[in-house]
């Protein structure tokens, strides 16, 4: 299941840009905004606001564009 996925990876990452998460699960952008707002109100992940570095913090993006989202369920995936 893509939930299970995505919960996997950013408990792992800890923080991810949606394109990221796009890119590793093969899926649409908005096909996962969906499930991760979900994830969110569940409280198990936090969207961030806009400006927000990546963890590996390359720059190459504009990050008032990257829609970042983070892990704060410490129950595990």
Sequence with gaps: MILARIEE???RQK?????DLSRYLGSDPEALR???GMLER???VRKLPLGTA???G????DPATVEMFEWVDS???
């Design 9 to 11: 990876y950013l408990s």
């Design 15 to 19: 923080r991810a840009a949606l394109i």
């Design 34 to 36: 969906g499930m991760l």
């Design 42 to 44: 569940k409280g198990r």
């Design 54 to 56: 990546c963890a590996g």
């Design 58 to 61: 390359c720059r190459e993006c």
């Design 75 to 77: 129950s595990g995936p």
